[in-house]
């Protein structure tokens, strides 16, 4: 954080109680992040196991999410990766483990 930053928030609450002073964020604009939730990374992963060979865009399509989202719990959530047209976990057997 920039000192600056820390000059306009302290003239901006000199003259204010503790009481008075709120520091919780504003609404905003725009959509929520609703996607992330416990339900759609469960759903995406029953989707995946029980077709291996299934599109982003498929899974996006079924659950009504946009493929971004859905590509990000695929890949960095649930860690799949896809090997030969399939989704596969990344994961090292014992045997490849190079440790």
């Not at 204010?16 to 339900?39: F, M, W, Y």
């Not at 079924?62 to 971004?68: A, C, D, N, R, V």
Request: proline content about 4%; glycine content about 6%; hydrophobic content about 35%.
């Amino acid at each position: 954080m920039c000192s600056f930053t820390v000059r306009r928030w302290s003239k901006e609450l000199a003259g204010t109680s503790p009481t008075e002073t709120d520091l919780h964020d504003k609404a905003r604009c725009g959509r929520p992040n609703t996607v992330n939730d416990i339900q759609h990374q469960e759903r995406v992963d029953e989707i995946v196991q029980a077709n291996r060979r299934i599109k982003v865009r498929e899974i996006s399509e079924m659950l009504g999410i946009s493929t971004g989202r859905a590509q990000f719990i695929i890949h960095d959530v649930l860690g799949y990766r896809k090997l030969c047209a399939r989704w596969v976990p990344h994961m090292l057997s014992p045997e490849l483990n190079l440790n």
